[in-house]
């Protein structure tokens, strides 16, 4: 649907009392700032309220620019929800469906997902496409996105946000991954995150939500990681770890480098990852979106069972 329910010009107040100013939101968005000034404008005048005002060189927004921010997300959800409503009146089953999602996902969980889906669905398609954490909420709210899947983290919006719908995906165990011949590659016994703390680590590259991860992992065992490398995938941190330059985590369902050895971790701070899945509030309601999340799920839990057993490993 490219017709417009909301005011768009909402959004852009949005962005600009998120990132704290009208330039700041005009290199963000990509766009002009001065044309996000008139558009602003131009809302102001049809409200018959003034959203910004100068205060010194800089622009802020005013007591009823802050109260619209405030209620904007009610507003965002009752336009999805009146857009879900319109193709259930027409033809739920077809249609397309926005999944993005991290690297890893896409192919454990994602593209398992569609070959399923495609015998199930023939009239109706997704579209994917790799993202990281960061992006999540800007591909949603753009629309360039239905359903992003994302770790839980700081960049995953809270269960009661007022704008985006969040559904646990799945629950997935993190091991620590060593070199062969490495202390813990042959331990019987337990292992514990915090007797990897002196050891070099391999990080994902920075920017990355991997990245961020691990040092959340080992922050709550008490050490902060050496980070000795960094790499771009889980496939290169593997094989950075079978060259023995370092230790890493790597997440349960992620396939590992034949040179390293996969160690399950144990007690209070052995690490998980909780995936979830991220939806425009309102959304959720279209029969597609939720046929979508069903598989996933499924998809999710049988890969995640399927690793377990080729790695020799109980849940």
Not at 300 to 307: D, F, G, I, W, Y
Request: proline fraction near 6%; aromatic fraction near 2%; glycine fraction near 6%.
């Amino acid at each position: 649907m490219k017709a417009q329910l909301i005011d768009p010009a909402i959004g852009l107040l949005e962005a600009v009392s998120e990132y704290g100013g009208v330039n700041a939101a005009a290199d963000v968005l990509g766009r002009n700032a001065s044309g996000i000034s008139r558009q602003i404008q131009r809302l102001a005048d049809d409200l018959g309220v003034p959203l910004l005002r100068r205060r010194g060189r800089a622009v802020e927004l005013t007591g009823a620019a802050r109260a619209l921010v405030r209620e904007a997300p009610h507003l965002h959800a009752a336009d999805e929800r009146v857009r879900a409503a319109l193709v259930e009146a027409t033809d739920p089953q077809a249609g397309e469906i926005r999944v993005a999602a991290h690297v890893l996902a896409i192919s454990s969980i994602v593209v398992p997902a569609l070959r399923r889906w495609t015998q199930q669905r023939p009239a109706a398609s997704w579209n994917i496409r790799e993202s990281e954490p960061f992006n999540a909420q800007r591909l949603l709210t753009s629309r360039a996105a239905d359903l992003v899947i994302m770790p839980a983290g700081s960049h995953a919006p809270a269960s009661d946000h007022p704008r985006f719908s969040v559904h646990r995906l799945v629950v997935e165990p993190v091991d620590i991954i060593v070199p062969r011949g490495h202390p813990l590659a042959t331990r019987e016994d337990e292992v514990t995150l915090q007797e990897a703390a002196d050891d070099p680590w391999i990080f994902g590259s920075v920017g990355q939500g991997s990245r961020q991860e691990i040092l959340e992992h080992c922050s709550k065992a008490g050490f902060t990681p050496a980070e000795r490398h960094h790499a771009q995938d889980w496939t290169s941190v593997s094989t950075l770890v079978a060259a023995g330059l370092g230790v890493s985590l790597l997440p349960r369902m992620a396939p590992i480098h034949p040179g390293v050895v996969r160690v399950t971790l144990s007690g209070p701070t052995a690490p998980v990852r909780s995936l979830l899945m991220v939806l425009r509030r309102g959304n959720e309601r279209r029969t597609l979106l939720r046929e979508t999340m069903e598989i996933l799920e499924s998809t999710a839990v049988q890969a995640l069972t399927t690793q377990q057993t080729l790695a020799g490993m109980s849940s």
